[in-house]
C-alpha cells in the first residue's frame, strides 16, 4: 500500500515543452506539497495546498502551476520546460498545517531532464 | 540573510560506532527541528522530531539534541548498522512569512556510510 505515490517515476523531454506530475496520497492527511531537489540535493519547497486551497508558494516562475482537484491529489503543471528545470520533484503530504503537524510523508520523486 | 549548514557532506564511521551529525543555524528562530532520513532514489523518510523547549528526543538508536543557544542540532546513531548507511537531512520548522502555516527549510544533508 503506497502512501504517497507520483507518476511517472522519470521524465525525459525536449526544452519548450509542457508536462505534467501528478501525486495521490491515501493517508487521509489535509495538506499536500511539492519540492524540488537539485543537483546539489538541497530539498526546497515549492508549493504547498491545504484542503484543494493554495497556502505556500515560494517565489517560483509561473511556468509552474500546481492543482488540487480533492485533498487526497496534487498535480504539476510545467510549461515551457528550461534546462534549469531538470531536478528531482517530491510530492508530500502532512496531516495539518502547523508546525506541531507538518511531519512529512514523501513519494518516491519524480526524476525530470529536459534536453 | 538565513543559513542551514549540516556541517560535513559526508561521514564514514565503523560499523558499532556512534556516528554523530551536526546541524547548525543562523538567522532563524525556529519552533521545531526535524530529522529525515533519505536512501538513493528514494523520498526523504520522517525520523524525529525536537521542539525549541526540549533538549533532547530519543528513538531506539537514535538521539537528537537541540540547543538554541548555540543554534544547533546534533544527530546521533549509536551502535551505527551498515544499514545506517544513507543520507541524513535536518529541516527547521517555521512559520511562513506572517501566517500560521508551518514551513520547513531543509539542509544539505550529510551522507552516512557505515563500514562494516
Known amino acids: 500500500d503506497t502512501a504517497v505515490s507520483q507518476t511517472p517515476k522519470y521524465l525525459v523531454t525536449q526544452m519548450g515543452n509542457d508536462k505534467s506530475i501528478k501525486c495521490e496520497q491515501n493517508l487521509g492527511h489535509d495538506t499536500m506539497y511539492w519540492y524540488k531537489q537539485d543537483s546539489k540535493k538541497f530539498l526546497k519547497i515549492m508549493f504547498s495546498?491545504?484542503?484543494?486551497?493554495?497556502?505556500i508558494n515560494e517565489t517560483v516562475p509561473n511556468r509552474f502551476s500546481p492543482k488540487s482537484p480533492d485533498k487526497a491529489h496534487l498535480n504539476l503543471h510545467i510549461n515551457s520546460l528550461e534546462l534549469g528545470d531538470s531536478a528531482v520533484y517530491f510530492c508530500?503530504?502532512?496531516?495539518?498545517?502547523?508546525?506541531?503537524?507538518?511531519?512529512?510523508?514523501f513519494g518516491p520523486g519524480t526524476r525530470l531532464t529536459v534536453l | 540573510s538565513q543559513k542551514i549548514e549540516q556541517n560535513s557532506e559526508a561521514l564514514n564511521i565503523q560499523e558499532g560506532k556512534t556516528a554523530t551529525l551536526t546541524c547548525n543555524y543562523t538567522n532563524y528562530s525556529p519552533a521545531y527541528l526535524q530529522w529525515y532520513r533519505q536512501d538513493p532514489g528514494r523520498g526523504p523518510v520522517f525520523l524525529l522530531l525536537?521542539?525549541?523547549?526540549?533538549k533532547e528526543k530519543r528513538k531506539e538508536r537514535l538521539k537528537v539534541t537541540f540547543d538554541t543557544t548555540l543554534k544547533q542540532s546534533l544527530f546521533h546513531i549509536t551502535a551505527s548498522q551498515p544499514a545506517d548507511s544513507a543520507t541524513y537531512l535536518c529541516?527547521?520548522?517555521?512559520?511562513?512569512?506572517?501566517?500560521?502555516?508551518?514551513?520547513?527549510?531543509f539542509g544539505q544533508g550529510t551522507i552516512l556510510t557505515v563500514h562494516p
Open positions: 525536537i521542539r525549541e523547549n526540549e
Open positions: 495546498y491545504n484542503n484543494k486551497e493554495l497556502i
Open positions: 508530500a503530504s502532512s496531516p495539518g498545517t502547523g508546525r506541531r503537524t507538518n511531519t512529512q510523508y
Open positions: 529541516a527547521l520548522v517555521r512559520n511562513a512569512g506572517g501566517t500560521s502555516y508551518g514551513k520547513l527549510t
